[in-house]
């Protein structure tokens, strides 16, 4: 069974900076590309951010988050970061980590559709 669990969230100011952690457990495939989505209440699941695990580790963000975030891995410990820096109020919302199956690559930032494992979510509020 495939385990994601996302932890790292909180409440803090504009300007400040948290790290999104998600261990991963049962899953195997290191070439695989995982992600970051984010989601307001009432909102459709946005993709943030997305990394191929294998090869050079291609990295690949949404506008709103480019050059503020920046999205890694530590395949030794299976387990994806977020770095989340500049935090804006807009920035609030439950983050959930997520993989394809099947070594799945991305090529951008895939829609939530397409990833197979998802995480419970940690909850970021960013305060003005």
């Known amino acids: 069974q495939v385990q994601l669990v996302e932890s790292g969230g909180g409440s803090v100011q504009a300007g400040a900076s948290l790290r999104l952690s998600c261990a991963a457990s049962?899953?195997?495939?290191?070439?695989?590309?995982m992600g970051w989505f984010r989601q307001v209440s009432g909102k459709e699941r946005e993709g943030v951010a997305a990394?191929?695990?294998?090869?050079?580790?291609?990295?690949y963000y949404a506008d709103s988050v480019k050059g503020r975030f920046t999205i890694s891995t530590d395949n030794s410990k299976n387990t994806l970061y977020l770095q989340m820096n500049s935090l804006k109020p807009d920035d609030t919302a439950m983050y959930y980590c997520?993989?394809?199956?099947?070594?799945?690559?991305?090529?951008?930032?895939?829609?939530?559709?397409?990833?197979?494992?998802w995480g419970q979510g940690t909850q970021v509020t960013v305060s003005s």
């Open positions: 049962g899953y195997t495939d290191r070439n695989a590309c």
């Open positions: 990394i191929n695990r294998g090869g050079r580790g291609t990295r």
């Open positions: 997520a993989a394809l199956g099947a070594s799945g690559i991305c090529g951008g930032v895939p829609p939530a559709r397409t990833f197979a494992y």
